[in-house]
C-alpha cells in the first residue's frame, strides 16, 4: 500500500471535489500541482472548507481521497475522464473520424482486420479539454 504523504494540502483541511480537466503543455501552458509542485497535465480543481479552490494532479486527487474519503461526485466524473481518454486513445488511431455534434464516431480495425465502429459523447470530450 501506498504511503499518504502530506504535501502543501492539509490531511487536516476538508475538500469538495469541483472539477476535472485536461490541458496541453504545448505553448508553455504548463500548470503545478498544488498540492505536490510537479507539472500537470489531467487536473482536478478542490475547495476546502474556507473556500479556498486549489488545482491537483490526479495522483494528489486520489491520495487526498484515500486519506480523507470526504469529496462527493469525484467518483462520476474520474470514471467519465478515464472513459473520455480510451475513446481519445482510439479516435486518435483512428482510419476515419466524423461527428455529428451529439456523438463522435472513430473507425478502426481490431486484430482480425475488421473495421469496427465507436461512437463516445461530444459534450464529454468537449468537458475534459480535448481536441477533435
Known amino acids: 500500500m501506498k504511503a499518504i504523504i502530506e504535501r502543501q494540502l492539509p490531511l487536516s483541511d ?3 471535489f469541483l472539477w476535472i480537466n485536461r490541458q496541453g503543455i504545448e505553448g508553455g ?3 503545478a500541482c498544488d498540492n505536490c509542485g510537479k507539472v500537470i497535465v489531467n487536473m482536478a480543481g478542490i475547495q476546502n ?3 479556498e479552490c486549489f488545482t491537483v494532479g490526479l495522483d494528489c486527487l486520489k491520495m487526498l481521497t484515500k486519506a480523507l ?3 462527493t461526485d469525484y467518483d462520476d466524473a474520474v470514471y467519465d475522464f478515464n472513459q473520455t481518454v480510451r475513446f481519445m486513445t482510439l479516435y486518435n488511431k483512428a482510419e476515419s473520424t ?3 455534434g451529439t456523438f463522435v ?3 478502426t480495425r481490431n486484430k482480425k482486420g ?3 465502429a465507436t461512437m463516445y459523447f461530444k459534450h464529454l470530450i468537449d468537458k475534459f479539454g480535448f481536441q477533435l
Open 98 to 100: 466524423q461527428s455529428d
Open 105 to 107: 464516431y472513430a473507425t
Open 14 to 16: 476538508t475538500y469538495k
Open 49 to 51: 472548507q474556507k473556500g
Open 29 to 31: 501552458n504548463a500548470c
Open 69 to 71: 474519503r470526504n469529496f
Open 114 to 116: 475488421q473495421s469496427v
